[in-house]
């Protein structure tokens, strides 16, 4: 990369941190459901953090500084992101399921393999909106992870004419931060079983949406 362009996406992550920390903080955020996150922390277990695209504006802040591998798109968009969470202790692994990605799996397995954590966006980067892509299942049944469902929502939403209808807020707003249940998956599951599992998961993440979207009604 030329020295100019480096500087300038040095710069762009640190501004990005610092735009996001403050635009955070104005906020009062409530975190629900991660008694049983924190259980399998002190547990040394593997988790796969599953986080539809359209739910990710809160990412980078949300998990700064706990170590943990995140799979960041090769694409612009995830240029930005990977240069923001640069400076907030990630581990950042770039890839995608629509770019080969075949040394940044082996860099989960192993990870996992070791009682780490990784983040994953299961419809990302081009969709289709929350359909779930295999790998997060396939990265459990390797590795005997758990799958940890993640979504956040606010009392008055900014939603974008994207693709992945993002969700946004603005300063001064009341935040939810929601985990789902923890996940196991069989590693002995037939391509049939394994489907069946997509979809239930599928539909865990979705409902997940839901239920933060509901919870300042």
């Known amino acids: 990369m030329p020295f100019i362009e480096n500087i300038r996406w040095k710069l762009i992550g640190i501004l990005g941190r610092i735009i996001l920390w403050i635009w955070t903080k104005t906020n009062r955020m409530i975190v629900v459901g991660e008694k049983a996150l924190l259980k399998l922390r002190a547990e040394k277990k593997p988790v796969v953090l ?6 990710i504006f809160i990412v980078p802040y949300f998990f700064r500084k706990r170590d943990i591998m995140p799979l960041v798109s090769p ?3 995830g240029e930005i992101a990977a240069r923001i969470m640069d400076g907030w202790g ?3 692994l770039r890839g995608s399921s ?3 990605i075949v040394k940044e799996w082996k860099e989960m397995v192993k990870e996992l393999n070791r009682g780490g954590e990784v983040i994953i966006v299961p419809d990302g980067p081009k969709g289709p909106d929350r359909k779930m892509k295999l790998g997060g299942l396939k990265l459990a049944q390797m590795t005997g992870a758990y799958l940890v469902p993640f979504t956040f929502s606010t009392n008055k939403k900014k939603i974008l004419k994207s693709w992945d209808s993002f969700l946004m807020f603005y300063p001064f707003r009341k935040i939810v931060a929601m985990y789902g249940d923890p996940i196991s998956i069989d590693s ?3 391509d049939e079983k394994l489907e069946n599992e997509r979809q239930r998961v599928e539909d865990i993440l979705i409902e997940l949406d839901h239920k933060a979207d509901k919870f300042f009604d």
């Open 50 to 55: 599953l986080v539809w695209h359209g739910r």
């Open 75 to 77: 694409s612009g968009d």
């Open 90 to 92: 990630y581990r950042i």
């Open 98 to 100: 629509s770019h080969s």
């Open 188 to 190: 002995g599951l037939s």
